[in-house]
């Protein structure tokens, strides 16, 4: 019923699901496979084949029981119930990101209303098929099933010993057969997470079952309202399905977003963390070098190079308050655009020629565009301020040199504008994400480069505000090419390159 996860230093966290998380994560190198396999077996196979002999023995009792129709119908809709509902398990933030799924209340009403014989194949089938749909390692597919079906032999069992049809009778097997479900289920769990873990197994039991004894509750509930209902009228009880599906639906939307804010919390902690570097870094160097013009008697030489280290510094803190406050303005919509006919052009040679003389060596620039030169409809600045980002990008990303090429084509009734460097590139997987809000594909400045991950943010904004879009094509260590459009002010033709 319940799938937990673990986190500890030497797990890192798992996306979802304990024991199924736990046996993915070893998959991880095969020869730590082997190993945790050979560790794991002892439990595994018993358990496995303990499943297997339970669903032969469910399955033949159930033949030679001669079902009428009925009863095979309702077999027929509690898998396909249970099948569905552990495919789209709910989410449990309060388990330390586990989930649980609603199968459990199909498989506990199967129980009470039909037995260990239908139970059994029920959980086990159920079980069995979402977990092959999603491409699970056979072992955990069989040690999942052998669980499921264990705990639903429990069940049925369990049930089986409260005899009667009256309500109470119906609410005391359906308490017991929860009861049975659930310790078996959350026991072998704890077993196979303790023995991968190295945990004792008790105090990983003890845990799981502080954490899962509110959603067992929630869970028996809800199949004791099944149990009653489908116990008048199986028609009745068809038409809780969409209540059901739609608290399913809910929780994980709201599980969606919850991640997703807590994704931005974090975000907004490393942000702070960034730009308290940005800030200290060039806040050093000026301090260092005004320390130094006001102490000692310099050359003029080294005066005017530590004035330039002011210079260059405090330009570069200006630059990295402006992208803050650019990333405030856009997100309280308070930034205003003015946008005319703008020669594109201009603009362009105008970014590339401030950027040369604070070019390393090893790189160049050069700008390449058609003629005569396409005026586009756009904010002058804004525009401006999205050139200097992408060609300070290359820069920067270009740690070995090479050239930066800006390019300015038409494109139909659009201006095409493209920033293509030499530098590191970046995997295909990360080039959707960039222009995210602080997102940075090296947040720990491994490589040294400095940054707070609102350039790209701000560029496509501001972009997009204007009737533009920005996209990249990049490969790792080959280079990267930035290009946006917007759209033309005029109908000017252009269509001879040069280069400046
Ligand atoms: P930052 O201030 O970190 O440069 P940006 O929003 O401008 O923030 O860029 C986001 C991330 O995109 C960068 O951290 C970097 O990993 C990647 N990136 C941007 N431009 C380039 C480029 N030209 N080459 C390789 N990676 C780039």
């Known amino acids: 019923m319940t799938q937990i996860d673990s986190h500890s230093a030497t797990n890192p966290p798992l996306r979802r699901i304990g024991l ?5 994560a070893t998959v991880a190198g095969r020869r730590r496979l082997s190993g945790e396999t050979r560790r794991l077996l002892p439990l595994v196979a018993p358990v496995a084949l303990g499943g297997i002999a339970a669903v032969v023995a469910a399955l033949w009792s159930f033949a030679v029981s001669s079902p009428d129709g009925h009863t095979i119908a309702a077999a027929a809709a509690f898998l396909l119930a249970a099948a569905i509902a552990e495919g789209f398990p709910v989410p449990l933030d309060s388990v330390a990101v586990g989930g649980t799924s609603l199968a459990t209340v199909f498989i506990i009403t199967t129980a009470v209303l039909y037995g260990w014989t239908v139970a059994t194949p029920v959980a086990a089938f159920a079980m069995a098929a979402v977990e092959l749909a999603r491409r699970r390692e056979l072992i955990r597919v069989t040690y999942n099933t052998g669980v499921y079906a264990l705990a639903a032999v429990a069940a049925g069992t369990a049930a089986a ?37 190295g945990e004792p197994s008790r105090t990983v039991l003890r845990r799981y079952v502080s954490q899962t004894l509110v959603p067992l509750g929630v869970m028996v509930c809800v199949a004791l309202v099944l149990v009653v209902v489908w116990d008048r009228s199986p028609l009745a009880a068809v038409a809780l399905a969409g209540p059901l599906a739609s608290i399913v639906i809910y929780e994980r939307r709201m599980y969606e977003a919850f991640v997703r804010l807590r994704e931005v919390d974090r975000m907004k902690d490393e942000f702070i963390a960034i730009v308290s570097h940005e800030l200290r870094t060039p806040l050093a160097s000026v301090y260092g070098a005004a320390i130094t013009l006001q102490r000692d008697v310099l050359e003029p030489k080294t005066r005017n190079s530590l004035l330039e ?3 260059n510094e405090s330009a570069r803190l200006a630059r990295l308050v402006d992208q803050v406050l650019s990333a405030s303005r856009l997100e309280s919509g308070g930034s205003s655009l003015a946008v005319e006919p703008v ?6 040679r ?8 604070r070019l390393p060596s090893a790189l160049h620039v050069d700008l390449v565009h058609a003629a005569p030169p396409p005026f586009v409809a756009a904010d002058a600045e804004k525009l401006k301020q999205v050139l200097v980002n992408l060609v300070e990008n290359a820069v920067k990303y270009s740690p070995e040199g090479g050239r930066i090429q800006v390019r300015l084509a038409p494109a139909g009734d659009q201006v095409r504008f493209s920033v293509q460097d030499e530098g590191i590139g970046m995997p295909s997987g990360e080039q959707e994400h960039i ?5 940075r594909l090296d947040p720990n400045l491994t490589r040294g480069v400095g940054g707070t991950g609102l350039g790209l943010y701000i560029c496509r904004e501001f972009l997009q505000r204007m009737g533009g879009r920005i996209w990249v094509e990049s490969e790792l ?11 033309r002010a005029d109908s000017a033709p252009g269509a001879d390159a040069n280069t400046e």
């Open 343 to 348: 020669d594109a052009s201009r603009v362009a």
């Open 350 to 357: 105008e970014v590339v020629e401030s950027i040369r003389p």
């Open 20 to 24: 199924r998380g736990r046996l993915a």
């Open 435 to 439: 222009f995210e809000k602080f997102h």
């Open 309 to 311: 280290v002011v210079y």
């Open 477 to 487: 260590g080959t280079g990267s090419t930035f290009s946006f459009e917007l759209p």
């Open 161 to 197: 010993a409260v005899h009667g049809s009256n309500l109470g009778q119906l609410a005391a097997a359906t308490l017991v057969a929860g009861l049975a479900f659930y310790a078996v289920n959350i026991t072998l769990v704890a077993a196979v997470v303790g023995r991968s873990s």
